[in-house]
């Protein structure tokens, strides 16, 4: 029990401290005035509190991910309390505050378009396709999840339950972000953060033990903790996902310095959400033996029903299923109007119009493969977002990097987690089952030299700008 609340106040702790260091060294300007005033449209761009927007920032970035990747995290033991502590703090945080500062500070652009002005035009195109494909899965997946639930708990058949959730995500994406979105989104992230709460307090008074700090490898599996935990628990420690749902409330805010409370605020909220859910994931169960065969028998969902049940009683069996439905669909439907921004900003050049028109032809190339991916069996594709969610997320931190760097400021603090995720995906696509499925040590090895030469671009990249630094001194005292 001691290491999970002491994890929990490390959280708060890191937010107090760690998210402060990291808005001085981007350095925030309130006196300039925010994209939510200079580009307001009454669409995307509309002035929001920094309080709604934090609720908003969190039910974007949260659904399901930190309660089914921090319990399949649990399987491993208490080594998930201290990646996603570490994580958090020093990568999700500065990674989701960087991508919603950055794109506040280029009117609101989406992340592939920040990729291209730092990595440049050949990341960009990389990353716009892969960034869409990823969304378009990743709203596929949450309409089909809820609405297989739905058709299991009332009369309405699965194909009746998918046309309903996607009517709702059709309207979330092409009506102005304060019409639904800006609305109920700050209860359902109330929700969340009751949900969690109250299992947390059912979890410390009850007779179960919540085990300690160990290093062991607790996996029944004995899968390794490298880098499989990484990919894992990717939403609660850090997640690429969140870069693309950082430019929708960067549209809103009001003044550079609610970023802090938004952006790195939000992403600590979901570090705590996950450390509850691992803790009851690895405790509940009797240990992560017993843990996997509630997995092998439920699933993710049935390990969440069952937990809250028997801790909350009917209170739980209520909130596990507004969880389940409710929490996936509020991120299914971001995640499509993300990619509806990013195709517009990719299409610009084209798309000359303005208005509602705009909104509706950029929406429907989206939308149609999002829904024809939620009828069919593509549980096939659904295996690669892990991986893809990550290398999304190490392209965002690169991204900072070089905004730093370019900017003489002081860069590790996004090249160090840059460098730490560059390693994970490079060894987990040889060895995963989704990836080349090679013998592990060979996987290390090459991900290790994948690593070492990113390294090598990346002190390429330093010794570079120290010089044009030193040559634009020697021209400025010419």
């Not at 378009?136 to 309409?143: C, D, E, H």
């Not at 929700?191 to 300690?212: G, H, R, T, Y």
């Amino acid at each position: 029990m001691a290491t999970f609340l002491g994890s929990i106040v490390l959280l708060i702790v890191g937010y107090a401290v760690y998210s402060k260091v990291v808005e001085r060294i981007f350095g925030i300007n309130d006196s300039s005035p925010t994209p939510a005033y200079t580009e307001k449209d009454g669409m995307d761009y509309v002035p929001m509190s920094w309080w709604k927007g934090s609720l908003i920032q969190l039910l974007n970035i949260a659904g399901l991910g930190p309660i089914f990747g921090a319990i399949m995290g649990a399987l491993y033991g208490p080594t998930a309390f201290i990646w996603i502590v570490v994580g958090c703090i020093f990568a999700g945080g500065v990674h989701d505050y960087f991508s919603g500062m950055l794109s506040l500070r280029h009117k609101g652009e989406q992340f592939p378009n920040i990729v291209g002005r730092y990595l440049g035009k050949p990341a960009k195109t990389f990353i716009n396709i892969f960034s869409i494909l990823l969304m378009i899965l990743v709203a596929a997946a949450f309409t089909a999840g809820p609405a297989q639930l739905i058709s299991s708990i009332s009369p309405l058949s699965f194909m009746a339950s998918l046309f309903i959730i996607f009517g709702y995500f059709i309207l979330a994406a092409v009506l102005p972000v304060n019409r639904i979105i800006g609305k109920i989104y700050p209860l359902f992230g109330a929700i969340l953060i009751f949900m969690a709460v109250s299992i947390a307090f059912a979890l410390l008074f009850s007779e179960k033990s919540i085990p300690n700090f160990t290093l062991a490898n607790l996996h029944p599996g004995e899968l390794p903790i490298w880098p499989l935990l990484m990919v894992t628990v990717s939403c609660g420690a850090i997640s690429g996902f969140h870069s693309t749902q950082s430019p929708i409330i960067s549209r809103t805010l009001k003044k550079e310095s609610d970023g802090r409370k938004v952006f790195y605020g939000a992403m600590i909220g979901e570090g705590i959400i996950a450390l509850i859910w691992a803790a009851a994931g690895m405790t509940f169960f009797g240990g992560t033996g017993g843990l996997q065969d509630a997995l092998a028998a439920g699933g993710p969902a049935g390990v969440v029903n069952e937990i809250s049940g028997s801790l909350l009683g009917t209170l739980g069996g209520i909130l596990a299923i507004l969880g389940v439905i409710i929490l996936p669909i509020t991120t299914g439907d971001t995640a499509l109007r993300s990619s509806r921004m990013m195709l517009a900003e990719s299409l610009s050049s084209i798309l000359k119009m303005d208005g509602k028109w705009k909104v509706v032809i950029t929406t429907l190339p989206v939308a149609i493969p999002t829904f024809y991916l939620a009828t069919i069996d593509y549980s096939f594709l659904w295996r690669y977002v892990g991986w893809t969610n990550q290398v999304t997320a190490a392209f965002m931190l690169w991204t900072a990097t070089m905004y730093l760097l370019k900017n003489n400021k002081f860069h590790w603090i996004c090249g160090v987690p840059a460098l730490f995720m560059t390693g994970v995906v490079s060894t987990y696509i040889f060895y995963a089952p989704e990836g080349f499925q090679m013998d592990y040590q060979l996987s290390l090895t090459i991900g290790s030299v994948i690593t070492v030469f990113i390294t090598s671009w990346y002190v390429y990249q330093i010794v570079k700008q120290r010089q044009l630094s030193k040559n634009n001194s020697k021209l400025k005292a010419a």
